[in-house]
Structures are given as C-alpha cells and as structure tokens.
C-alpha cells in the first residue's frame, strides 16, 4: 500500500503540469544557482542557433530565455560591432532584414555600400549606429512563413547581457559565441589602446570569468565554444585563451573570409592536421557533409570520419523543422533527421533552430538520467502507477 509520502509528487507535479501545461523540463527561475544541474556531456549537444528563433525573433533576450526553458545546452549567438565599440549579438552585417530600421527616418541617410567579403552589400550596416541608436531599434522575425506576432517588439542585445542570461539560467547553459565578420569589423571599428575586435571579444569572456581548456573544472561551470569562420581569429585568441574553439566551414564554394582558401583545402588531411593545434572541433554546413541532390540527401562525405580520426568535434549547421528545409529521405520529420545524424553519422553538436524538438528527441531516445525534472518524475509515476492499472 502507498503511503501518503509516496503520493506527495504526483500531487505536485499534476499542479504543474496544471498550472505551465507545458514543459518537461525545467523552467528558468531564481535563486538555486547553489546547486545547479550540470551540463550534461553524455549525448550530443543541443546548441540553441540565434535563440529559439524558430518561435521568436533571432538572438533576442526572449529567443534565448525560450531556448533555456526548451532544455538548450548552449545557447548560440552572432558577435558584431557598434559604431562606438560595444560588442552587441547580432547576425547580418546590415540591420535591413531583421529590424526596423526602415520606419526610423532619422536614420534615412545612414545606407551605404560596403565590400563585405568581397561582394559590394548595400543597407543600414551596424559599424554606423551606435549603442544608444540600436537600442532604439526593433527586431523583426528574419523569414516571413515564420510567426511574426513579436516584431517590432524586442531590442538587440549586447554581448554582456547576453552572457548574463547563460549565467542567471536555473541550471548550467553553456554559450557559444561566433566572432562574426572580423574582417569588416576591424576595417570599421577602432579600439583604444589598438586593440582589436578579437581583443575585446576575450576581454568581455575573460570579465564574466569563462576560462580553462574543455571539460575542466572551470569550463564546465561556465561553458563556452568560441566559433568563428575566420581561421585567422581563432590563431590570434589562441594566445590568449585556452577555452575551446571551433572552426566554422562554409559551402564548398565559398573561400575563407580572411585568408581566401578554398573549402577543399580547409577540409584536407593536412589543413585538418594543422587546425587541430588550435580549435576543438568543426562547424561544417551540414549539406556539405551530406550533400544534397534533388531534395535527396546523398552518400554522407567522409570529413566526419577524417575530423574524428583527428580527435575533432563536428557540430554542424543548422537543422530546422520546417518541411522546406527536411530532404525527402527524413519523411518530413525533424525526428528522423536528428535520429540519422545522432546515430548514423555520429556528429557532437547540433546547431538547431528548434531547441524544443531535439530536446524532446534526445529526452525520449536519450535520456538525461542527471536531469531532476518532471520528466524523471513522470517515468517514476508512470512506474508506480503500472501496477494498480
Ligand atoms: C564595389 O564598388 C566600387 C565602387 O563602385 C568598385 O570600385 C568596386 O570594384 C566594387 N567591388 C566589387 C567587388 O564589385
Ligand atoms: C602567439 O605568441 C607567440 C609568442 O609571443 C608569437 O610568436 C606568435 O606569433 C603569436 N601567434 C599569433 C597567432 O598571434
Ligand atoms: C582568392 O582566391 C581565388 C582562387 O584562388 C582567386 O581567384 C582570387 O583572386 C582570390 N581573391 C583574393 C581577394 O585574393
Ligand atoms: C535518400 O533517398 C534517395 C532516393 O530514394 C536515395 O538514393 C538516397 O540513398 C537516400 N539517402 C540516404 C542518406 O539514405
């Protein structure tokens, strides 16, 4: 016979489940950052890319905060540059297709054109507002068969208050920060003491204490992945930080925006050999390492297994829900596609537009045994409660 005791959790989690109707997993609150759940370091990592900005506006307070509560374990964000020199979480170099820039006539004669990587790009770029005149902006949702109901409602962030979110979380998050478009922002934006962009960037790290090699002790209280596309930036921070860094690949026909190397050369056995001195792991495009033809996914690249041979992590980009974006060979099941890249290819991140969905997918094929949430609990309720069915 049960006795009273036994009954007290599934009393109090039916008024949960009640009162949120909603979450598995456990929600962002205050004050239990004494004896916070660690990162789990078991199954792959589920890295929140620009938030949850599947749901909300990307790389805004609300995206991130969404994506902690959907079970994140890291969240993902884009470093760029005021004009005044504030490291600010931001993705496109031009403020046109995500903010509202446009409605604010006082800003009308800010357009200019800019060589970014080479192509001549026109629009409102963020090296020519300041703080205080981004803060004035608004962020709109980036793709229109996304839910618009929160444009025009959120401000971008700056880089320390995006750290501040990762550390007030309920439990460890880690972030994984992108030093995004070097190039353009050391050409625009200056520094006292000539102090780079890169500089800062570690400088604001080291501020918020992250530091130590991966799965150190130190790292692990504060977990980060530093990212970036540019090979030239993650040599220069190697001499001033040994946190973990990860080097981004894009298309294969797209050069390195610093040193102009092709996508063969940066994925050959030697480039690997050489890169693997300095970073943790890869961030590869992921129909590069199953490319696709006609919407069909393809014989998988044997870059996964050449980077592991190495001892390097592949956390490839970016996997969505919506069916344009699943190949015929998933079935238009978001499920299906993490479940052939987890167990097929083997890969140890996922940058995800959808934290929620590979949360939920890790938790039923994979579960956090770590995890004191409702979701163990249910298990233990769904056990005690078998026998009397
Ligand atoms: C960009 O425009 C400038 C001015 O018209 C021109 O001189 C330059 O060649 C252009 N660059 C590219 C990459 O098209
Ligand atoms: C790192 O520091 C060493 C010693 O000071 C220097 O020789 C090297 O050029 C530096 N590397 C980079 C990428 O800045
Ligand atoms: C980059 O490399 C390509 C191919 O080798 C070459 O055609 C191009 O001129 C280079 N661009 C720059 C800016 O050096
Ligand atoms: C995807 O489907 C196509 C067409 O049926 C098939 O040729 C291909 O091998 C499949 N890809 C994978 C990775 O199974």
């Known amino acids: 016979m049960a006795s009273p005791s036994r009954f007290a959790p599934f009393v109090f989690l039916l008024l949960v489940i009640r009162s949120t109707a909603r979450p598995l997993y456990p929600l962002p609150g205050k004050g239990n950052h004494g004896s916070r759940q660690p990162l789990q370091t078991f199954r792959p990592y589920n890295i929140a890319h620009r938030g949850s900005n599947g749901e909300l506006p990307e790389e805004t307070h609300q995206a991130y905060m969404r994506a902690i509560e959907e079970g994140a374990d890291f969240i993902e964000t884009d470093i760029l540059s005021s004009k005044d020199g504030v490291l600010v979480c931001f993705h496109d170099v031009i403020l046109d297709d995500t903010t509202n820039v446009a409605n604010y006539k006082e800003f009308a004669d800010r357009k200019r054109t800019y060589e970014v990587q080479g192509v001549n790009t026109t629009g409102y770029f963020i090296v020519d507002f300041t703080l205080k005149e981004l803060k004035s902006l608004r962020v709109n949702q980036r793709f229109s068969f996304r839910d618009q109901q929160f444009n025009g409602k959120f401000q971008i962030i700056t880089f320390e208050e995006f750290i501040t979110i990762a550390l007030d979380a309920p439990r460890v998050v880690g972030i994984y920060p992108e030093i995004k478009n070097p ?49 030239t930036s993650l040599l220069y921070i190697s001499n001033q930080t040994d946190l973990p860094k990860v080097f981004l690949i894009d298309d294969v026909d797209i050069p390195t925006q610093d ?131």
């Open 183 to 231: 190039v353009l922002i050391n050409q625009y934006v200056k520094w006292s003491g000539g102090k780079k962009f890169e500089d800062k960037f570690v400088e604001t790290l080291h501020k918020f204490g992250y530091k130590g090699s991966y799965l150190s002790k130190n790292w692990l209280k504060q977990p980060v992945f530093i990212q970036s596309f540019a090979p």
């Open 259 to 389: 040193t102009n190397q092709s996508y063969w050369e940066i994925t050959s056995d030697t480039y690997l050999d050489y890169i693997k001195q300095y970073v943790l792991g890869i961030g590869p495009w992921k129909d590069t390492l199953v490319p696709v033809i006609n919407n069909y996914a393809m014989t998988p690249s044997d870059l996964v297994s050449r980077a592991h041979a190495r001892n390097l992590q592949v956390h490839p980009y970016t996997y969505r829900n919506e069916n344009k974006y699943l190949h015929f060979n998933y079935s238009q099941d978001p499920y299906k596609e993490y479940d052939y890249w987890i167990n097929n290819i083997g890969v140890d991140g996922l940058f995800t537009d959808f934290t929620g969905s590979l949360h939920n997918f890790q938790e039923w094929t994979a579960p956090n045994h770590h995890d004191n949430t409702a979701s163990k609990l249910l298990h233990e309720i769904a056990l005690l409660a078998s026998p009397y069915e």
